[in-house]
């Protein structure tokens, strides 16, 4: 095995969250004001959370985005997350895979809340490969693209940064991993890889079935 530890995000890259969530956002955004399409708003807020982009959405639909409307996104968000969340394909078998390989040296470090993160990997039968082992941005200093999140999953782990391959689907999330020293390993599975390489990544893949492989773990 190449690395001391596997460090992966979550939205995109261990569920297929982001249509999920982007659309309760949307409605909700049309509702204060703001129209946009599916694709605007998965261009302006994936790899982002939403308090990240306050001031965007204060200027767009003319309202202070409260305290009561974030606990309804979440309220909302919460219950299709429930409803419709799905793994990514094949990341059962690259989890159990580098769990054996990094002598369960894996952590999930997200942007997102930790309640959200905790009920989709329980909801799509994951989570027992990271429990005690989940790290939010939102609990951190600074969130993505800032490294703290996968600093302190490092450290939790009593791992050097530098010897951890970091997962990300994201350019957000690829800064954060590169600030914070590590390998980035880049999924995308459509589309191509190359603004992630251009980006900082040193790997780009298309299936979570080649990872274990990539980082030199034995399947």
Avoid at 22 to 28: A, E, F, S, T
Wanted: with cysteine; aromatic share 6%; net charge negative.
């Amino acid at each position: 095995m190449k690395f001391d530890a596997v460090l992966f995000d979550c939205d995109g890259v261990l569920v297929d969250s982001e249509h999920i969530t982007n659309k309760v956002l949307r409605d909700m955004l049309d509702e204060a004001g703001w129209s946009l399409t599916m694709q605007e708003c998965m261009d302006v807020f994936v790899g982002k959370t939403v308090m990240d982009e306050r001031a965007r959405i204060e200027r767009h639909t003319g309202k202070p985005l409260t305290d009561a409307w974030m606990v309804e996104f979440r309220e909302r968000r919460n219950v299709v997350l429930e409803a419709t969340i799905q793994p990514i394909a094949n990341i059962d078998t690259a989890l159990t895979a580098l769990f054996a390989a990094t002598g369960g040296r894996i952590a999930c470090a997200s942007g997102a809340d930790k309640f959200k993160v905790e009920l989709m990997l329980l909801k799509v039968g994951l989570l027992h490969h990271l429990k005690g082992r989940i790290f939010s941005g939102q609990e951190t200093p600074r969130n993505k693209p800032h490294p703290d999140v996968y600093l302190a999953a490092a450290s939790a782990l009593g791992v050097d940064a530098r010897r951890c391959a970091v997962v990300e689907d994201t350019i957000t999330g690829l800064t954060a991993g590169v600030a914070a020293g590590a390998t980035v390993f880049a999924y995308v599975p459509q589309g191509s890889g190359q603004r992630f390489l251009d980006a900082g990544a040193s790997h780009f893949f298309t299936d979570m079935a080649q990872l274990p492989a990539l980082m030199g773990a034995q399947v």
